[in-house]
């Protein structure tokens, strides 16, 4: 083996390596982005593929209120098909679960349960505000494209 395809397969191992190991807290930026910094993932642990966050909204354009603890994973293999599969979970009494398909223009939710503060309807839509929601809303939906 020459030193050059020696060197080639040890930057390919690498590269493999630092993908299969990317913390989780790089999801939160990838979050941050695409929800225009309204949603975080705070206290991340595990890496991009299997991990668990608290997933948190900016409320009123200031501080981040906590929402529920999440766990997901996802499936490496369903990078090949164009589309990011992953399972989501919340480990809390309510139980909320998901199956997301993620791909570069929509983001679908399938088989989905969860509960939010009603007051996220404040910070999602500012037609609804003077109505002050509050308790939890529940949402399930066997599909939901965004």
Known sequence: MSKRAALLLFALTY???LCATAPASLLDVAVRRASDDR?????ASGTI????ALLSMRVQKKH????????????PTSLFTGKLRAQLNSGEAAASSAQALISFNEIELRQAQFQLPAMALDEISPTLRPARFRG??????DRLTL
């Open 136 to 141: 939890q809303l529940d949402f399930r939906t």
């Open 15 to 17: 590269l493999i390596v």
């Open 49 to 52: 593929w299997n991990g668990a």
């Open 39 to 43: 949603l975080a993932l705070a206290n």
């Open 64 to 75: 981040l209120q906590p929402l529920q603890t999440v766990h997901w994973r996802i499936a």
